[in-house]
């Protein structure tokens, strides 16, 4: 893989979005046993029930706890795409693991928040997908935050059926159809969704963003503080700085140096959700 050409960088720029086809295919198989390591690790399947058709289970700092997985940070053909749109300084900003149930509706990862600055996710899928079967749909165009049309889906998309009469499965939109070793690249503003899918679709996912400049650190770590809700106490799983090349530290070491705060914010965090119980 090399570095993504202007036009590839115009058309993400434009519709918000990349797929690459089989750009990991050579590690597909790698990748999902070591998915699975992971999950075995927290219990395996929904919570720990492998079959349970109402719960989608989420692991937050999932790429950093298989010394594996965090390799593919360092995969040329992943860290030149990040490297491209971002620039070679790009942050790593953490990764989840996911069994996806059902439907998964209308929504962006964080509209025209951010701090201005560029994020966007890489998305893994371990299972083959169809638009029917949860494959990933997108609404190309629909990060360009201002614009009329991205902040009216913004208003409207999420209650589709009272603004437009349609449900969210027949907005107008692409879908991306996967297979394991594909990958998905899009920008955190874009409005996505996934429809008719199984009970055990499984994703991971590597966000990452634009370095912050100084004057919009307290930016970063506003967003970091959002981890607190995770009950977390650094960004980061200790496997992935551990591991680390000097090269791939460069896109550790902002955050490492910015979230110093979530370890209290993390056990107020608990110390508010034991409040009704001893209540």
Not at 15 to 44: N, S, T
Not at 66 to 89: F, K, N, V
Not at 114 to 142: C, E, M, N, Q, W
Request: glycine share 10%; with cysteine.
């Amino acid at each position: 893989m090399t570095r993504l050409s202007s036009q590839q960088l115009s058309q993400f720029d434009a519709f918000g979005y990349m797929g690459f086809p089989g750009l990991l295919a050579d590690k597909a198989q790698a990748i999902i046993d070591a998915f699975e390591a992971v999950w075995v690790r927290h219990g395996g399947g929904h919570d720990g029930k492998p079959h349970d058709e109402k719960a989608r289970s989420v692991v937050v700092q999932f790429l950093d706890q298989s010394e594996y997985l965090s390799t593919l940070l360092d995969d040329p053909r992943i860290h030149d795409i990040a490297a491209s749109i971002l620039g070679d300084d790009f942050n790593y900003m953490g990764s989840d693991g996911n069994f996806y149930v059902g439907d998964t509706k209308w929504h962006s990862d964080g509209y025209g928040g951010r701090g201005g600055l560029k994020h966007i996710k890489i998305a893994f899928y371990l299972d083959p997908l169809t638009r029917d079967t949860g494959a990933l749909r997108v609404i190309p165009g629909s990060h360009r935050v201002g614009d009329h049309f991205s902040d009216q889906l913004e208003r409207e998309v999420k209650k589709c059926d009272e603004s437009w009469g349609i449900p969210g499965s027949q907005v107008p939109a692409i879908a991306l159809e996967t297979k394991p070793g594909d990958i998905l690249v899009f920008n955190h503003d874009i409005k996505h969704s996934a429809w008719g899918g199984s009970t055990r679709r499984r994703m991971f996912t590597m966000n990452c963003c634009q370095r912050y400049p100084d004057d919009k650190l307290p930016a970063l770590r506003d967003y970091l503080a959002g981890g607190s809700r995770f009950l977390i106490e650094r960004s980061y799983d200790n496997t992935v700085v551990r591991t680390a090349s000097p090269e791939r530290m460069v896109h550790l070491e902002q955050v490492l140096a910015n979230d110093g705060h979530l370890a209290e914010l993390s056990a107020k965090r608990r110390l508010e959700m034991a409040e009704p119980a001893r209540g």
